[in-house]
């Protein structure tokens, strides 16, 4: 089983950054995908960006030319760069991770999840 613990949320201006960090631990898939994805009060969770073992990445097309995600294997830590900071971008965010290589958005795919970091943008 993996565990996700995430990091590096807080309240910043419109414009800002952040990077946000998961530290995984535990076992890990041989072939995997691990994301980040967030949920805004009284929406839905959504997808935002994916890695997969082979570091090919995905990004919402909310999100793109905006966040950056990396993973350091090393370290077994995900992060995500999060720049020029809309208030739109305001929720918790969490990471998670599942066995395979077909990194789509889908929540319910994802089967080990992080507690979560709230990132907040005010305008």
């Known amino acids: 089983q993996v565990q996700l613990v995430e990091s590096g949320g807080g309240s910043v201006q419109a414009g800002g950054s952040l990077r946000l960090s998961c530290a995984a631990s535990?076992?890990?898939?041989?072939?995997?995908?691990m994301g980040w994805f967030r949920q805004a009060p009284g929406k839905e969770r959504e997808g935002v960006a994916t890695i997969a073992t082979d570091g090919t990445t995905r990004y919402a097309d909310s999100v793109k030319g905006r966040f950056t995600i990396s993973q350091d294997n090393a370290k077994n830590t995900l992060y995500l760069q999060i720049d020029s900071l809309k208030p739109e971008d305001t929720g918790m965010y969490y990471c998670?991770?599942?066995?395979?290589?077909?990194?789509?958005?889908?929540?319910?795919?994802?089967?080990?999840w992080g507690q979560g970091t709230q990132v907040t943008v005010s305008s």
């Open positions: 998670a991770a599942r066995s395979g290589t077909n990194c789509r958005f889908f929540a319910a795919l994802y089967g080990e």
């Open positions: 535990g076992y890990m898939y041989s072939s995997y995908c």
